[in-house]
């Protein structure tokens, strides 16, 4: 996506882009592997130089207030973050740490869920071996 697009996605969550914020989103859009804000803050940092970590969190922060970002917060105290913000379940490797996504219908928890609950927030975490960790014997 071009920095044009990333303007466009953001003024539509009410968020106004500036160039901080708009390397923030590239980042989560390319880096699908569900960073911290200190990972973030630390590859960024070098190309901008008026970044700081309190700019990378207030970024976050704003971003999954107005859903354009989510919060994910499979370890406590750790927080990630997310630009997929449709239903979508995580699957933690506990050998190498790799968080990927996975496909999750919002309509097939539904139906697990109490008679007359309706689901508004759904974390799904699941932790096992990922298919690279299989392979190498784990
Ligand atoms: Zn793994
Ligand atoms: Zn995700």
């Known amino acids: 996506m071009t920095t044009k697009e990333y303007t466009k996605i953001l003024r539509e969550h009410g968020i106004r882009p500036s160039v901080q914020r708009i390397a923030v989103y590239d980042y989560l859009w390319k880096h699908r592997t569900h960073p911290t804000a200190e990972e973030i803050f ?22 999954t207030e107005k859903g354009a970002a989510q919060m994910i917060t499979i370890e ?15 699957f933690k490797c506990s050998h190498c740490g790799s968080i ?9 928890i539904q139906k697990y869920l109490p008679e ?20 190498k014997g784990k």
């Not at 630390?42 to 971003?63: D, E, G, K, Q, V």
């Open 100 to 108: 990927r996504d996975f496909t999750l219908g919002g309509d097939s």
């Open 76 to 90: 406590e105290k750790e927080m990630r973050f997310d630009v997929l913000t449709e239903i979508h379940g995580h």
């Open 42 to 63: 630390t590859a960024l940092a070098p190309s901008i130089a008026t970044l700081s970590r309190t700019t990378i969190y207030n970024t976050l922060r704003l971003f």
């Open 116 to 135: 007359n609950a309706r689901g508004e927030a759904f974390q799904v975490y699941v932790h096992g071996t990922c298919a690279d960790c299989a392979a």
